[in-house]
Structures are given as structure tokens and as C-alpha cells.
Nanobody, 117 residues
Framework: QVQIVESGGGLVQPGESLKLSCVAS????????MKWYRQGPGKEREFVAR????????TYGDSVKGRFIISRDNAKNTGYLQMNSLKPDDTGVYFC??????????WGQGTQVTVSS
């Protein structure tokens, strides 16, 4: 069955880095655009980054541009989000999304990232 599992979250201090992973199974990962979203406490879900199915094109939300890097390894059915220079405002649950169409749109359960001193 379709499954997306995020990992790599945790508690870090401001200025530190984390790398999130997103492992997909049950569908052809290489045919899907991959995105990361996040939802902070009391906030709406926010777009973080997007990568094309081949990895050749990336887009970032304004709040993370220049600090985060999205990537993927289709041979491993895995996507990544390298997060650098983390700030307290980056705190939230990070969700991986694989999208191909409205009926082929899959989400993981999320991984918690907390940035605090």
C-alpha cells in the first residue's frame, strides 16, 4: 500500500542544522513531484519547498529561501530536506507530500522539529 514516512526531526538550538528524510513506497516515486510543508503551533500549514520529479527544478518558500535545500534520490525512493541556520520560527511538524494529480496525492504523518535554546 502507499506509504510515506518522514524522519529526522528533533530538538535543536537556533543556528543548528537538521536533515529530514521522506521514504516513499507503494507508488512510482520518480513520477511524483515532492514537496515539504510545515505547521507551527497555532499556525496554518505552510509551503516549505518543492522539487520536480526528476530533481531538476526546485522552489522554496520565502521564509526558508537560502537556508533550506530540498533534494531527492529516486533510486532510493527518498526525499530530503536539509535545514540550516534554524530559527525558533522554524518550529513545527514537517510533512512530506508526493503529488501527481488530485487523486494521486500522498502525505506522510509528519515529523516534529523544535528549535529552541
Amino acid at each position: 500500500q502507499v506509504q510515506i514516512v518522514e524522519s529526522g526531526g528533533g530538538l535543536v538550538q537556533p543556528g543548528e542544522s537538521l536533515k529530514l528524510s521522506c521514504v516513499a513506497s507503494g507508488f512510482t516515486f520518480s513520477s511524483y513531484v515532492m514537496k515539504w510543508y510545515r505547521q507551527g503551533p497555532g499556525k496554518e500549514r505552510e509551503f516549505v519547498a518543492r522539487i520536480s520529479n526528476t530533481g531538476g527544478s526546485t522552489t522554496y518558500g520565502d521564509s526558508v529561501k537560502g537556508r533550506f535545500i530540498i533534494s531527492r534520490d529516486n533510486a532510493k525512493n527518498t526525499g530530503y530536506l536539509q535545514m540550516n541556520s534554524l530559527k525558533p520560527d522554524d518550529t513545527g511538524v514537517y510533512f512530506c507530500n508526493a503529488f501527481r494529480s488530485s487523486t494521486n496525492n500522498y502525505w506522510g504523518q509528519g515529523t516534529q522539529v523544535t528549535v529552541s535554546s
